[in-house]
């Protein structure tokens, strides 16, 4: 009974790259999470996804940041030209939707940008 | 801006006391609230869910949540060291799967 499943677990990219971090969500959970941690910070929400669509991108930066989460495969979390401010741990949650939901969190992806 | 307000600690416990954690939120339309751990490195585990007024019970665990006050808290009975961690207070405005606004968390030390 696999959990949220992230990876890579560590990423590292040089300035101006493109980072490309995946999640495949809980066994029959249909609704996708992303969320960003910066060092001593809290948990920011970015994108809330189902499939193939983007239900809540409020919290995803407007440039370089897009999410997807397609019919077959994991939910992808895109960060082009990567930037030395963009490393952090990067969190997928996900939840089976519904009413009163709650939402489980994969072991997270961190980033760094050298 | 939905603001979810708590006190970063350190909060010191000794051993098998009683770790008291609170969590105010701005939004007064708030409909769901949830308690993480996270231990540092790692990534947040669930531990509570409230969604309404008064007192929910898990093992060693209590959440609480006033609605009227926008107050919610988590009392940790018998502290272990092992509950030393970096509690969240996360909120959702709705009553269904939207997003979670967390607050910055609490870091309790237990002493042994």
């Known amino acids: 009974n696999a959990g949220v499943m992230q990876n890579p677990r560590h990423l590292v990219r040089r300035r101006g790259q493109e980072a490309r971090l995946r999640c495949s969500p809980m066994k029959g959970h249909s609704h996708v999470y992303w969320y960003r941690q910066l060092p001593e910070e809290g948990l920011k929400f970015m994108v809330y996804l189902q499939k193939e669509n983007i239900i809540d991108e409020s919290g995803m930066p407007k440039e370089r940041f897009s999410a997807e989460f397609p019919k077959e495969g994991p939910s992808i979390l895109r960060i082009q030209q990567v930037v030395r401010g963009d490393s952090a741990a990067y969190f997928c949650?996900?939840?089976?939707?519904?009413?009163?939901?709650?939402?489980?969190f994969g072991q997270g992806t961190r980033l760094t940008v050298v | 801006q939905k603001e979810v307000e708590q006190n970063s600690g350190p909060l010191s416990v000794p051993e098998g006391a009683i770790a008291s954690l609170n969590c105010t939120y701005s939004?007064?339309?708030?409909?769901?609230f949830f308690w993480y751990r996270q231990y540092s490195g790692k990534s947040p585990e669930l531990i509570m869910s409230i969604y309404s007024n008064g007192d929910k019970e898990d093992g060693r665990f209590t959440a609480q949540l006033n609605k009227a006050s926008q107050y919610v808290s988590l009392l940790i009975r018998d502290s272990q060291p092992s509950d030393s961690a970096t509690y969240l207070c996360?909120?959702?405005?709705?009553?269904?799967?939207?997003?979670?606004?967390f607050g910055k968390g609490t870091h309790l030390i237990i002493q042994p």
């Open positions: 996360a909120v959702r405005e709705g009553g269904g799967a939207d997003g979670l606004t």
């Open positions: 949650a996900s939840s089976p939707g519904g009413s009163d939901t709650e939402a489980f």
């Open positions: 939004d007064r339309g708030s409909q769901s």
